[in-house]
């Protein structure tokens, strides 16, 4: 039985809306033959900003059409993604509801502290099944603890359980669960206030926005950025590293869904902000994640790729500049690795795209299937592969895509 296609969920959900293909392409603003040649199964793919305005057009998430993942590779032991959203939609907060008591003896805050590190640690070098497996007890735990603490003892426990907050919304975001992504920012934000720390607040607005790019939602994503970075904006001369990294995260966050809306200006404009924050900060790590120089050049990047009228030669150009040893987060490194990859293929070099992409695929082999670009892309290059290079059809198949396409 032939696996279901793009072109099998774009017909079915168009049927489902009660469209024609010339009224979907007259919403989505793209060519009537191209619908008409994914629905025959003629083409198995499209370039991946055609596929986001089918998306928005079908009033669905991108990663839908897709077909994308929302399981984690493995099969934890304990955990796993289901525990991971009892414990973000916890029952036992809501108004009227009665709790179970609690009998154990939470651990300490020391020893629970180191677990949300390595956690996060776990996230950026995407290992995201075993991640799966500790964050539900990571979060209950963190609960626990802050039950049991008072004064500046307690804000110590919100900061970093605002952290777990992130790693959770972080995670389900990329496993495609964006509903559960967005009510974990809520308890974040929520976590934040109770720690009085603005920066951390900061931080959870910049993760909102990354859920709502992934909801589509681009408008939004990039209005709270913009607005909490103004509210954030530090004194050059006297911010400490950290402000500068949150301002400077914001500013990003901020950038990427503008480019989106195609408007370049605004996201180089922001860009240019947050160098100059990363060039007085140097680089930082603060609040589970990390900012520098290199960071704004890879989203330099990133958005050289970004609208209808994205500028592949130029993000090859800028990624020349990247210095690939300054990256120290490996999920970050794969993710510009893949823009890379997306740049090559669309100036002709497709040998150059599949030898990028099974460098990024080595060293993170359990993180690139969920991403829908790295899927995207490898469907077009199925499609015009005219030599059935055994090293593609394999990569497709390693990533759910049907390789006889």
């Known amino acids: ?22 009224q979907l392409a007259e919403r989505a603003g793209v060519h009537v033959d191209t619908i008409r040649k994914l629905e025959q199964n003629r083409r198995s793919s499209a370039r991946i900003n055609t596929l986001r305005a089918l998306a928005s057009a079908l009033d669905v998430e991108l990663e839908r059409l897709l077909g994308q993942p929302t399981v984690t590779q493995e099969v934890p032991d304990e955990g796993g993604l289901l525990a991971l959203r009892d414990a973000i939609q916890d029952v036992s907060t809501l108004p009227g509801v009665l709790a179970d008591d609690l009998d154990e003896d939470p651990p300490s805050l020391d020893e629970w502290t180191d677990s949300v590190r390595a956690a996060t640690n776990l996230y950026w070098q995407g290992r995201y099944s075993k991640l799966s497996g500790a964050l539900p007890l990571i979060l209950r735990d963190g609960r626990a603890v802050a039950r049991d603490a008072s004064g500046a003892v307690a804000e110590r426990v919100w900061q970093q359980l605002a952290l777990a907050y992130q790693l959770a919304a972080s995670l389900t975001t990329q496993a495609g669960h964006t509903a559960w992504a967005f009510e974990a920012v809520a308890k974040q934000l929520e976590a934040a206030q109770r720690a009085s720390d603005p920066l951390m607040e900061g931080m959870g607005v910049s993760t909102l926005s990354w859920v709502l790019l992934r909801q589509g939602r681009w408008t939004q994503a990039q209005q709270i950025a913009e607005r909490k970075a103004d509210a954030l904006e530090p004194s050059f001369r006297r911010a400490k590293p950290a402000e500068l990294a949150v301002y400077g995260n914001l500013l990003v966050a901020a950038a990427t869904p503008a480019a989106r809306q195609d408007k370049r200006d605004e996201a180089n ?22 900012f520098s120089p290199v960071d704004v050049q890879t989203q330099a990047v990133n958005i050289a790729m970004a609208g209808q009228d994205n500028e ?14 300054a990256i ?10 893949l823009d890379v990859a997306q740049a090559q293929y669309q100036t002709g070099d497709g040998d150059g795209a599949l030898t990028t992409l099974l ?47």
Do not use: C
């Open 1 to 22: 039985m032939r696996s279901t296609s793009i072109g099998d969920r774009l017909a079915n959900l168009r049927e489902f809306r009660d469209l024609t293909q010339e």
């Open 359 to 405: 460098d990024v695929e080595g060293g993170q082999p359990e993180w690139i299937k969920y991403q829908v670009l790295a899927v995207a892309t490898v469907r077009e290059m199925l499609e015009a592969d005219r030599r059935r290079k055994s090293e593609l059809r394999s990569l497709a198949a390693r990533l759910g895509v049907d390789p006889t396409l």
């Open 312 to 325: 592949p030669a130029q993000a090859l150009r800028l990624a020349a500049e990247v210095d690939l040893g």
């Open 328 to 337: 120290t987060r490996p999920v970050h490194r794969a993710s510009h690795r």
């Open 269 to 290: 404009e922001m860009l240019n902000l947050a160098q100059a924050a990363a060039t007085r900060s140097g680089p930082t790590r603060a609040y589970g994640t990390a």
